[in-house]
């Protein structure tokens, strides 16, 4: 599905990523972890186009994507959220979902001479993007604007935005980060389901009982370089990986 | 005065057009673009020449809206890719050199002499001498104009014009290309800026490179920023309110030097409480200064907003 091959890049000097390999196979949960700066959102930025490495090839479902333009990888299959979110604040949350839809006629003839097809369309992506909002269940707050909603529902809006196209592989930077239990819950029984749907997913996290639960294989990064890769109780057990998380006590039970 | 409330009120109809057509742009894109007037002058300045040169009007004013927009689409392939502050910068620069060029191609344009005798228009048989006829047009041209930009707006291209405005990298992630869709935004508001000028010549019958400064832009800046940027009412609103707005001026017996200066002040005034007040614009749903808060900048903590918004709206 993916397949990540000697992928380099430098920012002014700073390795960020270097001689990274791995791959992810259909429908398997692939975790990417590593301590703070460890490169882990600049190897999702370098495989979803964007940014460009500076060595080393992203093979996408067969098809060589590196230096593509992100929107034409995200139009391939490849879906992802941000560490930092990204949603259209001041856009309701129906908005952000419907933008996400694929099919739909955005173009600006079909704007002003609003064709039938085109507002068909329209009628078929509105029920696709409530259909997802009651997945996640925020169909309630589907007319708030995204900037209302909590930071926790505001990480599920995201990717439930990034679901609704379903993706063949989906990339989640950290979608646990900073929020509470009841939210975490939510979204790890979230993960699950798509993981019994035979989703395919990459995902960035810390929270070691998280990745250590939900992942097949997990990835180890630490200082932009690939040290340890393998299922999560040869990773809790690897050296390498220990060290790195300065003892390797924290988290790695 | 019935030639004069008419008068005012075909500016109204023309200033409508520029000041929706820039809010497509400023408004509803985010592509903060201060060369406005330069599109403006583009289609004032084509469609003046080709119906001196004998060409039939509605072919001058289609002609003026190509050339306008194939203006807006040369500007806009270097400028989009850039971040939004260094567009601000090119469009500003690109204004300042279709006035250049207005300015010294004499051979063309006649320069600071202007251009004069622009006959009016006229289509199957129908002269719009008169200024009625003439307020009949603008207003069926501004009327066309609300709806083509209303139908933009309101469906899923402006949507994405929307989403790019708030975030532009999750724009691209959800695969849209996003230098495609500013570079018909940009182009589609300069064809209307284009039709604008086109109305505006024909109206004066005489234009010179003075018209389309960038103080023009400006003020089309505040009519969109007053009703209210991504607010196709606000446009009208804004628009109407500052051409009528400094009128009174006139019934006032002031040295010319002295009123232009006050017009202009009565523009910055209106403009600088509107921001302390309601930066939003009247009908806005956005702030357009969220990177100049002028609240914190003239030290005020909180706006006050709750009696003077209902004065405003
Ligand atoms: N655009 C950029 N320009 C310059 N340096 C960058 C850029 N992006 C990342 N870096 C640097 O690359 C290194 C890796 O950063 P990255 O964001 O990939 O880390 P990370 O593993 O995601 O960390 P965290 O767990 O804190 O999110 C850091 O040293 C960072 O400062
Ligand atoms: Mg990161």
Not at chain 2, 49 to 56: D, I, K, N
Request: one cysteine or more.
């Amino acid at each position: 599905m993916l397949k990540v091959t000697d992928l380099h890049k430098e920012f002014g000097g700073i390795k960020a990523v270097h001689d990274c390999d791995f791959h992810v196979k259909k429908g398997e949960i692939v975790g990417l972890i590593g301590p703070n700066g460890a490169g882990k959102t600049t190897v999702f930025n370098l495989v979803t186009g964007f940014i460009r490495p500076d060595r080393g090839t992203v093979i996408f479902d067969g098809a060589d994507v590196t230096s593509l333009k992100p929107h034409i990888i995200a139009r391939m299959g490849m879906s992802r959220t941000f560490q930092m979110i990204r949603l259209f604040p001041n856009m309701t949350v129906l908005e952000n979902m419907l933008l996400a839809m694929k099919n739909q006629d955005e173009g600006f003839k079909a704007a002003i001479f609003r064709n039938p097809l085109m507002r068909k369309k329209v009628k078929q992506g509105l029920v696709r993007a409530i259909e997802m909002l009651e997945f996640v269940d925020l169909h309630a707050k589907k007319n708030e604007l995204a900037k209302n909603l909590s930071y926790g529902q505001q990480k599920l809006l995201e990717i439930a935005r990034a679901l609704v196209n379903d993706p063949e592989l989906l990339l989640l930077d950290e979608p646990a980060a900073g929020v509470n239990l009841t939210m975490l819950k939510k979204i790890k029984g979230l993960i699950n389901k798509l993981k019994d749907q035979g989703k395919t997913i990459l995902l960035v996290e810390h929270n070691m009982e998280f990745v250590m639960e939900m992942c097949d294989t997990v990835v180890v990064l630490d200082h932009g370089e690939e040290i340890a890769i393998g299922t999560p109780k040869q990773i809790q057990k690897n050296k390498k990986v220990l060290e790195a998380y300065l003892g390797g006590t924290e988290g790695c039970e | 005065m019935y030639d004069y409330l008419l008068h005012i009120a075909v500016l109204c109809g023309i200033y409508v057009v520029l000041s929706i057509s820039l809010n497509l742009a400023v408004g509803f894109t985010g592509l903060f673009n201060i060369g406005h007037a330069a599109f403006y002058g583009i289609g004032a300045y084509t469609s003046a020449l080709l119906t001196l040169a004998g060409v039939p009007w509605w072919i001058a004013l289609i002609a003026s809206a190509i050339m306008a927009g194939l203006f807006g689409f040369m500007v806009g392939v270097p400028c989009l890719r850039l971040r939004g502050d260094y567009l601000a910068i090119a469009t500003l620069g690109f204004g300042e050199i279709i006035r250049a060029v207005m300015k010294n191609w004499t051979g063309l344009t006649r320069g600071p002499l202007g251009l004069p005798g622009i006959p009016k228009p006229s289509l199957f048989g129908v002269q719009f001498a008169s200024i009625d006829m003439y307020l009949l047009l603008v207003v069926v041209v501004a009327i066309i104009t609300v709806v083509i930009v209303n139908r933009l707006v309101k469906s899923p291209f402006g949507r994405v014009l929307k989403s790019i405005r708030e975030d532009e990298i999750a724009a691209k992630s959800l695969g849209k290309n996003v230098v495609k869709y500013k570079l018909q935004a940009l182009t589609l508001s300069a064809m209307f800026a284009g039709v604008a000028g086109s109305l505006y010549a024909h109206y004066i019958t005489f234009i010179d490179p003075s018209t389309f400064t960038l103080m023009e832009t400006v003020l089309m800046l505040c009519m969109v920023v007053l009703g209210g940027a991504g607010s196709i009412i606000g446009s009208v609103v804004g628009a109407i309110i500052l051409v009528i707005l400094p009128e009174p001026l006139r019934f006032i017996s002031l040295p010319s030097s002295a009123a232009a200066a006050l017009r202009q002040m009565i523009y910055s005034v209106s403009l600088i409480l509107m921001m302390i007040f309601r930066p939003q614009g009247i009908f806005g749903e956005t702030s357009t200064t969220k990177k100049f808060d002028l609240r914190k900048l003239l030290g005020m903590k909180k706006p006050k907003i709750k009696l003077r918004t209902k004065k405003n709206a």
